[in-house]
Structure formats: C-alpha cells, structure tokens
Antibody, heavy 121, light 107 residues
Framework: QVQLVQSGAEVEKPGASVKVSCKTS????????IHWVRQAPGQGLEWMGW????????DYSQKFQGRVTMTRDPSITTAYMELSRLRSDDTAVYYC??????????????WGQGTMVTVSS | DIQMTQSPSSLSASVGDRVTITCRASQSINDYLNWYQQKPGKAPKLLMYAASSLQSGVPSRFSGSGFGTDFTLTISSLQPEDFATYYCQQSYSTPYSFGQGTKLEFK
C-alpha cells in the first residue's frame, strides 16, 4: 500500500534551517510528483512547491523562493524539504503529498502524517 | 495567482442535515477543483477530485459540482464522522491554492 512517512518533530531557533524527510513506499517513486503543504497552528493549508522525483526539477511558491529547497534521493525513495532562515511564523505542520495525475486530473491522493516544526528562541 | 474563497467559514448542523459548502475561484479553473476533509491532528483526506468525481472509498453522501469559477460540496445526510474542516483546492495552475476552510460543527 502507498505510504508517505515523514520525519519527526523539530524545534529550531530563528535564523536556523530545518530539513524534513518524506519516505515513500508502495509505488514507483519516480512516477509521481511530491508536493509540500504547510499548516500554521489553527490556520488553513498553504502550498509550498513541488518536486519531480525523476528529474529533481522543482517549482516553488514565490513566497518561499530563496528559502526553500526540495530534493530527493531515489535510492531510498525519499523526498526532502529544507527551509532556511526560519522565523517564528514558520511554526507549522509540514506535509508532503503525492500528486496523482491521470489524464487531466491532478489531486493529492496520499499525504504524509505531517511534521511539526516549531521555531522559537 | 488564483485565489480560492470558501463560504461559509463555519457551519453548525445536526446529524441527518443536508449541507452545502461553496468555493469560488478568482478566475476560471475549468473543473480542476478538489475537496479535502481534515480532522484535528490528521492530514487532509481527499474526498472529491475534478469537481464532481468521488474518490474511491468515500461515501456516496458526498457530492460535488461546478465548473469555471463556482463550485459546491454537498453532504446529503450528515453523519457524526463528517464533523471536520473542509478545504477546496485548485489544481489548474501553480501555486496550487486552497480555500481558507469551512469548519463543520455540531449544532
């Protein structure tokens, strides 16, 4: 069965970086884009960007350009999201999600369990 | 960027009620509209895709409609497990924006 399992909670100081992993299984890793979405406490969902696990290509939300880096290691079917120059308002749960694309349909069919990142001095 | 606006932001209802949530896009997105349900402490779960297609395993009391800029999610007869927050999301173009959410609560 398809699974996306994320790394554990992180506590970081302002200005630091955090790297969250998303270990996938149950499907061919390189066949589906991985997207990252975050959710601040009590808030809605915010799209951050996508990673093409086949080519390594990426597309980031303008909001995170210059601070976010999405990478992958196909040998261990794992995607990564690194966010740098952390601020307190980066405190959120970060999710990875698999993008299903079938004909003209695009949707997130599987999600990781989420990784809580807390930014605090 | 495409903005997604949901209404209402919150909704009080009872088991057995029929409820409708609306989602409006700031420009036409054809039918590239998905709906997710999220419960506290959990990841979102896909309910509907392409505006009106029911995801496998999702009960048939959920239905969706719309095209262009205006969309609806309807729950025909609310069940206790349906009390959650619902999000629409456009997949027409990146950034893949979400609505702000509709929290469905017990009346």
């Amino acid at each position: 069965q398809v699974q996306l399992v994320q790394s554990g909670a992180e506590v970081e100081k302002p200005g630091a970086s955090v790297k969250v992993s998303c270990k996938t299984s149950g499907y061919t890793f390189t066949d589906y884009f991985i997207h990252w979405v975050r959710q601040a406490p009590g808030q809605g969902l915010e799209w951050m960007g996508w990673l093409n696990p086949n080519s390594g290509g990426t597309d980031y939300s303008q909001k995170f350009q210059g601070r976010v880096t999405m990478t992958r290691d196909p040998s261990i079917t794992t995607a990564y999201m690194e966010l740098s120059r952390l601020r307190s308002d980066d405190t959120a749960v970060y999710y990875c999600a698999r993008l299903h694309h079938d004909h003209a349909d695009f949707y997130f069919d599987y999600w990781g369990q989420g990784t809580m990142v807390t930014v605090s001095s | 960027d495409i903005q997604m606006t949901q209404s209402p932001s919150s909704l009080s209802a009872s088991v057995g009620d029929r409820v409708t949530i609306t989602c409006r896009a700031s420009q036409s997105i054809n039918d590239y509209l998905n709906w997710y349900q999220q419960k506290p402490g959990k990841a979102p779960k896909l309910l509907m895709y392409a505006a009106s297609s029911l995801q496998s395993g999702v009960p048939s009391r959920f239905s969706g409609s719309g095209f262009g800029t205006d969309f609806t999610l309807t729950i025909s007869s609310l069940q206790p497990e349906d009390f959650a927050t619902y999000y629409c999301q456009q997949s027409y173009s990146t950034p893949y924006s979400f609505g702000q959410g509709t929290k469905l609560e017990f009346k």
